[in-house]
């Protein structure tokens, strides 16, 4: 028994999000199963850079063209994910001249409209770059947020047929006389969105062919098939600074290296990052001289950002690939291209195509490739529309501003909810009247929350992506509790507080890479909140221990108090205010 | 004329203004200095002595207190100047608190839902006494999103209280803004200008099934909190109670008012500036701190120095990639050079950092790398004594109480 489907896509990052969402619009039946939230993977853990190109100019003009298309392309389809920041390639009096000039060619051969800026006008774009910054080059780099692009994604797929499941880990692959036809899938809570304390179980999905979109995880799907696919994930750290000391991405002008870029991301800026080449995608030292590295470095185009709060840091794994026999050495030397390996084409085990390597940036692209792949393996002759037709959220640009008016919405959180909705802004804002803060770092709305929940199920961190919710300053501090209310009692308490748990514990993670100065200061206030006024650790109904309630104070002695007189100093403190 | 008084109080916390009040109780003349606001309306309000030790829930903290470890403050100053704090504090605050006729701790609800041990607590709060039976309401209001009632009431479930709770959510009379602040709720019904108090009742007489105890989030009120909690009772036929709420908390804000009544009555000076530097003899003692003013530097001159600038949320204690620190005097404070020594990767572990702090003597004076004393006149009193964990051991406001006291007398003590 099993279920049956087309394709199956494995793999919830932008690859998957972008193949499901083609193969569902020209008609095919298709599941994605992700066995974390979407994004959980590569995508949701990079610095959010759309690319102009001008990075690959030099270095890999093929990769560049892609950019450059592709970077106009999302610009129009998914408008309410990307903002439009511009970049800058700095160039300090210790770089090379030379360079620079490669760097400015290289961009005109590519089509990307590249400026030079002296240092002072540099400056007047940026005001803390460094004195000593000499010059630079504009390129329309861009800020992307993968979160809302993978969701839009993935909810346009499910608006023409296609079937979403998260939390869904393929254990096997089904292989039968030689061929793959499917996987089995557990379910970490059951099928459909996340509900915390549902048994998992396991599903068998029978598929006309799957596609192995799972990154960095690629060769561990193909292992269950015996095929070697020879993914070379490389970790590279991302430092979150807790405001915007640039609006614009400065990248830094030279061949390579490490901690390189700022990217101005929503009410923060992330630093980037490191290249280091790692065994295994999930388990790898996340290190205190790769946070020091991108501070100390960027710091020489930046240098407030030495002092600077920092709230965070994460790190991704970038799903590196190169054809055997290739032999690189150094991480950075290993290509951004990917790669589609039809394994019947090669291995002679026919049913499965796997995609690696490749960027954010092109995702789609890719996408439209391994589709037009899948379709003719089908015999589907549908054409690809994903480059011309708007994302949801992105459909309707003047609906935005209606939404606003109709709201009364003039005010920073309302500017804000309708900057992460878009065109989904009325909708959404319209289903929960009164509409409190949820979020105050981030001005996220209980409408938002509620909306993500519908998606999410009990899955916070997925709430967390999808609205920016505890994102902020205080890394969920004040309103992680008001999130998890916010599934009650849609979902029952328990569930409430086990997303609650689960939710501090992912914020605590990267928060420990930042633990000195206010955002120390900041790390004890929320365990002041959590262990005192809240007293989650302490509170009965998690540690199971059980209470001698009769041994504690039960406001009897207050009446003997009360007859003793018992003091007058504070009186009842009727008119102490402002007397 | 130079500024100069007998002893100078570094801080306006709670552990600040009990040493104050302290000193001032022996006679000394006092000034007490601090940036412009308290930490007070931070805390939820709760006096909290001891709750845990070795991670058991304690009912009565004055037993615990002398198995702590010898670098705990209780530790250095002993259960006596425990019992002294708690009694100064009993004087400053007078029928505003209760929980002071009995060793034991109190459980309280909190407003996630859970119980918390705790010593002394607000009057408001008292009828939410998890240790009492009787069955309880608790009312949210849908534009608060800090306290969900009927998560807080199933949550409470789980914790197995001995008294049945159920949880109802009312909107707040007069609508307000969807962001409204916490204060915007107390004043509303202080004012009453629009029988806010007697239209809250009628709401929640609806979904009021005669429990004998109503809870409410900690916003009744900030001056008239008690007219507020009468008027509703009245109108319910049944007891009401406030449950204590992270910041901005009003409970902190009335505690606050007592305690500002009281350095007014006791004669403490109270400048709200920040220190920004020291003067010394040159011979180990202090003799002046620098009070910075409109971008000058004034020396303020004192016998005796209390330091009572609250720890890392209180920014008594600063740190940076490189260490940690006490900024005003640069006092010792240990810790591992490797900052990733100072925390646990287990979000709900045994932290270090939260212990962090100046090293004091039995005198409560600040010791040195070395283990001398930093200064002959400085003593140290609050959070910005280390060893101790305030959060998990629920401690806070006890160390403030113990370590003032203690701090306060000795300085003023030294300059009678």
Same mark, same amino acid.
């Given at each position: 028994m099993g279920t049956r489907t087309e394709v199956l896509v494995i793999g919830g990052g932008s690859t998957g999000c972008g193949v499901v969402r083609d193969l569902a619009r020209r008609g095919v039946d298709v599941t994605l199963v992700e066995k974390?939230?979407?994004?959980?993977?590569?995508t949701g853990r990079m610095h959010g850079l759309l690319h102009s190109g001008g990075r690959y100019a030099v270095s890999d003009q093929a990769s560049a063209r892609e950019c450059i298309e592709e970077n106009r392309v999302l610009r129009d389809i998914a408008g309410h994910c990307v903002e439009e920041t511009g970049g800058l390639f700095v160039k300090r009096p210790e770089d090379s001249e030379e360079y620079f000039q490669e760097k400015l060619q290289g961009c005109r051969d590519c089509d990307i409209p590249a400026e030079v800026l002296t240092g002072e006008e540099a400056r007047a774009r940026?005001?803390?770059?460094?004195?000593?910054?000499?010059k630079a080059i504009a390129v329309p780099d861009a800020a992307v947020d993968p979160f809302r692009l993978c969701v839009a994604n993935a909810v346009d797929a499910e608006n023409h047929g296609a079937r979403i499941e998260t939390?869904?880990?393929?254990?096997d692959l089904l292989v039968e006389s030689g061929e793959i036809v499917g996987a089995t899938v557990r379910h970490a809570s059951g099928k459909g969105p996340r509900e915390h304390g549902t048994p998992g179980e396991e599903e068998e999905i029978y598929a006309d062919h799957v596609v192995? =979109?799972?990154?960095?995880?690629a060769g561990r799907i193909g292992d269950f098939a015996?095929?070697? !696919? =020879?993914v070379r994930p490389s970790k590279g750290v991302m430092t979150v600074m807790n405001?915007?000391? !640039?609006d614009t991405v400065v990248n830094r002008c030279r061949p390579k290296g490490d901690a390189d870029i700022i990217v101005p991301h929503e009410t923060a800026c992330i630093l980037g990052t490191t290249d280091e080449e790692v065994g295994d995608p999930e388990d790898y030292p996340e290190e205190e001289w790769e946070v020091d590295l991108v501070i100390d470095t960027l710091s020489e185009l930046v240098p407030i950002l030495q002092e600077a709060r920092t709230i965070r840091s994460f790190w991704g794994v970038r799903p590196l690939y190169e054809p055997p026999?290739?032999?690189?050495?150094?991480?950075?030397?290993?290509?951004?291209d990917y790669f589609t390996l039809d394994h019947a084409e090669?291995?002679?085990?026919?049913?499965m195509t796997s995609i690696v390597g490749g960027k954010l940036t092109t995702y789609r692209m890719m996408a439209e490739s391994i589709t037009d792949h899948v379709c003719e393996k089908l015999g589907v002759s549908a054409t690809c529309d994903t480059a011309d037709v708007p994302l949801p959220g992105s459909e309707r640009e003047g609906d935005i501003e209606a939404a606003m008016e109709r709201f009364g919405l003039r005010s920073p959180v309302a500017r804000r909810s309708a900057d992460r909705l878009g065109s989904r802004t009325e909708d959404v804002l319209a289903s929960c009247d009164p509409n409190p803060v949820v979020c105050s770092c981030e001005g996220v709305t209980r409408a938002e929350v509620r909306d993500a929940i519908e998606q999410a199920g009990t899955d916070l961190n997925a709430v967390r992506l999808r609205t920016?919710?505890?994102?902020?300053?205080?890394q969920g501090g004040r309103c992680a509790h008001r999130m998890a209310a916010e599934l009650h009692p849609e979902h029952d308490e328990e569930s409430a507080r086990a997303a609650l748990d689960e939710l501090r514990a992912e914020r605590w993670k990267g928060q420990r890479h930042a633990l000195w100065g206010e955002q120390l200061s900041q790390a004890m206030l929320n365990h002041a909140l959590h262990?005192?006024?809240?007293?989650e650790d302490g509170d009965p109904a998690r540690t199971g221990a059980s209470v001698e309630?009769?041994?504690?104070?039960?406001?009897?002695?207050a009446d003997a108090e009360d007859a003793q007189g018992g003091s007058t100093a504070g009186g009842d403190a009727e008119g102490a205010h402002g007397d | 004329m130079a500024i100069e008084d007998d002893v100078i109080v570094v801080g306006g916390g709670v552990a600040g203004m009990t040493a104050a009040l302290a000193a001032a109780d022996t006679g000394a003349s006092v000034r007490l200095v601090t940036?412009?606001?308290?930490?007070?309306?931070?805390?939820?309000g709760l006096v909290d002595v001891?709750?845990?030790a070795d991670e058991e829930l304690i009912a009565d903290p004055f037993d615990a207190?002398?198995?702590?470890?010898?670098?705990h403050p209780y530790a250095k100053v002993g259960v006596e100047a425990v019992r002294d704090g708690l009694a100064r504090f009993d004087a400053v605050t007078g029928d505003l608190?209760?929980?002071?006729?009995?060793d034991a701790n109190a459980l309280l609800p909190t407003h996630g839902g859970a119980v918390k041990p705790t010593a002394r607590y607000p009057a408001s709060a008292a009828?939410?006494?998890?240790?009492?039976?009787r069955d309880a309401l608790l009312v949210g209001f849908e534009?608060?999103?800090?306290?969900d009632a009927p998560l807080a009431a199933d949550h409470l479930r789980a914790a197995d209280v001995p008294f049945d709770v159920r949880g109802a959510t009312v909107s707040f009379p007069g609508?307000?803004?969807?962001?409204?602040?916490?204060t915007r709720y107390a004043h509303a019904l202080d004012e009453n200008d629009d029988d806010e108090r007697e239209r809250l009742a009628a709401r929640v007489e609806r979904v009021?099934?005669?429990?004998?105890r109503v809870g409410f989030p900690?916003?009744?009120?900030?001056?008239?909190h008690a007219a507020v909690r009468t008027a509703l009772a009245d109108a319910l036929d049944a007891d009401v109670f406030e449950v204590p709420m992270g910041p901005p908390s009003l409970p902190g804000m009335r505690l606050e008012a007592a305690y500002e009544r009281a350095l007014r009555d006791a004669g403490v000076n109270v400048v709200r500036r920040p220190v920004d530097g020291y003067e010394t003899d040159?011979?180990?003692?202090?003799?002046a701190v620098l009070v910075e003013r409109n971008g000058q530097r004034v020396p303020h001159y004192a016998d005796a120095f209390v330091l009572a600038t609250g720890g890392l949320v209180g920014e008594g204690i600063d740190s940076d990639r490189e260490g940690v620190h006490?900024?005003?005097?640069d006092c010792h404070v240990p810790h591992p050079?490797?900052?990733?020594?100072?925390?646990?990767?287990?979000?709900f572990g045994d932290q270090?950092?939260?212990?962090f702090g100046v090293v004091v003597d039995d005198d409560l004076r600040p010791r040195d790398?070395?283990?001398?004393?930093?200064?002959?006149n400085l003593r140290a009193a609050g959070?910005?004594?280390?060893?101790?964990d305030f959060a998990a051991e629920c401690s806070g406001t006890g160390v403030s109480l113990a370590t003032g006291d203690a701090a306060g007398t000795a300085a003023g003590s030294d300059t009678q």
């Open positions: 974390g939230n979407l994004t959980n993977g590569t940026e005001p803390y770059l460094a004195h000593d910054v000499e939390h869904a880990e393929v254990t192995n =979109a799972a990154g960095a995880w015996g095929l070697d !696919v =020879a405001t915007r000391q !640039v026999g290739t032999g690189t050495q150094d991480p950075t030397d290993i290509t951004r090669r291995d002679d085990v026919p049913g920016r919710a505890s994102m902020g300053n205080c262990g005192a006024t809240l007293n309630w009769d041994a504690f104070d039960d406001g009897a002695g | 940036k412009s606001q308290s930490t007070l309306r931070h805390a939820s001891l709750g845990y207190i002398g198995d702590l470890p010898a670098d608190y209760r929980g002071g006729y009995t009828a939410g006494l998890a240790s009492d039976e534009t608060l999103s800090d306290f609508a307000p803004r969807a962001d409204a602040k916490i009021h099934e005669g429990e004998p900690a916003v009744l009120g900030e001056s008239h040159g011979d180990g003692r202090l003799t006490e900024p005003v005097f050079a490797d900052r990733y020594e100072w925390f646990v990767d287990d979000p270090p950092y939260p212990r790398a070395t283990g001398g004393i930093e200064f002959e959070s910005v004594v280390g060893g101790a």
